[in-house]
């Protein structure tokens, strides 16, 4: 039941052990490689420490771009994916440099750029009134709204399924919940009259794929078009009151609040109306879908009996204090976190001392806005010397709750809402 997170790029930048440094770097980037790709030895690769990525791939993997994050931990470079760990994750709104990562492909030059000349979102298929809009229609003539809604990542938490399954090993810290401005993905559809025979969306940008052929497909996502049609999705140009970062899809993305992040497309320039589920890329197959029954650990799923992840499930994390931290017997210490779920606004929090046994509740407060995430908070106070865990779980409005061991398995490790604990150390 370990959970312990891999060190942050801030951690293993400090290390004195140049051989596991290079190890994660080989882990990371497969750096038996790298002399091949930049045509040339490379005499004093044994110094290289993990975290640290050659200057000369750096534009390629967008590594450069990570320069304004703080202490996320790098599990990839192509595509660039991190993670934030929980105890950075205490503000309300989440700051740009504590937001993780997960690109699936290569930023688009127009993003690295910061130009927005001649960007159009381009609406089409099953719609009355096909749309071509700049970014000054979707200002001029949309309501602007200001929401803040958690985005997260459908694989948090894969690295705690067991058996292990392929892709990021995500632990708790790939969500987030920053304050989006922008207009509703409802008002741009109505706007195009959406007819009767709509049944998804599918979503486009111009991100590039990994070997740099601007005519793939990175990934191409959509939704129900009733999930659509909800007040709560956006279509964004800010984020926490400023344009959005490279790293977040400049000059426009969606937010589609609930449901994994990889419906949240970024760069986006165009939706297109669909008459049936749609399958662009990453859509169909495995590809953020989940067995439409239990299976056990293991079990290889025909993609026929494959169904897409929608409602993300109940989760919390805490946020403070860090776990290992160090607390005065007798003391009353504050512990807190955040909650959130797919479904809507989380019915309660409770917290435990004693490895699950009893169960105490703690504050909840109420979402700013439905998809928020939630501020939760307890006051403990350890009775003698010696080793602690909180634990924490969150339940949602069906009584549906956080399970202490990973959730029922699925071959991709979609989904997993285990239950976030801390170490804590009573001294004094």
């Known amino acids: ?70 202490g996320l931990v ?23 440099d504590r937001l993780f990562v997960r690109m699936n492909g ?42 803040q809604l958690v985005i997260e990542c459908g694989g948090n938490g894969r690295a705690f399924f067991q058996p292990g399954t392929s892709g990021n090993q995500w632990t708790f810290g790939a969500v987030g919940c920053p304050e989006w401005t922008g207009v509703r993905l409802a008002d741009v559809l109505n706007a195009a009259g959406v007819k009767s025979s709509a049944v998804y969306t599918g979503h486009y940008g111009n991100d590039v794929n990994l070997d740099g052929d ?64 749609h399958d662009g ?46 607390v005065t017997v007798g003391e009353e210490t504050e512990v807190r976190g955040h909650a959130w779920c797919g479904k809507g606004d989380v019915a309660s929090v409770q917290y435990s001392l004693d490895f699950g046994q009893t169960w105490q509740d703690a504050q909840l407060d109420p979402p700013p806005n439905r998809f928020a995430w939630q501020r939760w908070r307890a006051r403990l106070t350890l009775p003698q010397h010696g080793y602690y865990e909180v634990w924490a779980r969150a339940v949602d409005q069906d009584g549906i709750g956080q399970p202490p061991l990973s959730p029922v398995w699925n071959p991709r490790g979609y989904g997993n809402n285990i239950q976030h604990r801390i170490a804590l150390v009573a001294v004094g």
């Open 106 to 147: 290569l930023v688009p030059q127009s993003a690295l750029d910061q130009n927005a000349e001649g960007w159009t979102l381009t609406v089409d298929g099953e719609v009355d009134t096909p749309l071509q809009l700049s970014l000054d229609d979707l200002q001029s003539r949309f309501e602007t709204v200001t929401r």
């Open 281 to 326: 890329a990453k859509m169909t197959g495995a590809s953020y879908r989940i067995p439409a029954y239990p299976v056990a650990p293991g079990t290889e799923v025909p993609d026929e009996d494959m169904v897409v992840l929608m409602d993300m499930p109940v989760k919390s994390i805490i946020t403070f204090p860090e776990t290992g931290s160090e």
């Open 214 to 277: 601007e005519t793939k497909e990175v990934i191409s996502r959509g939704v129900p078009i009733e999930k659509a049609l909800q007040e709560d999705a956006i279509i964004a140009w800010q984020m926490n009151g400023a344009p959005l970062e490279p790293l977040h899809g400049f000059p426009l993305r969606l937010i589609v609040p609930g449901f994994p992040a990889s419906a949240s497309q970024k760069y986006l320039n165009r939706i297109w109306v669909r008459d049936k589920e």
């Open 74 to 96: 790098v599990l990839g470079d192509r595509p660039l994916n991190a993670e934030t760990p929980p105890h950075l994750l205490d503000d309300d709104i989440t700051p740009y």
């Open 1 to 70: 039941m370990s959970q312990v997170p891999p060190k942050s790029l801030t951690e293993t930048q400090d290390t004195d052990t140049p051989s596991a440094g290079r190890r994660s770097f080989l882990k990371t980037t497969g750096l038996t490689t790298l002399g091949a790709m930049l045509g040339m030895s490379v005499p004093f690769e044994r110094n290289l420490t993990a975290g640290f990525i050659p200057a000369a791939l750096a534009q390629d993997t967008g590594l450069d771009l990570m320069t304004g994050k703080q």
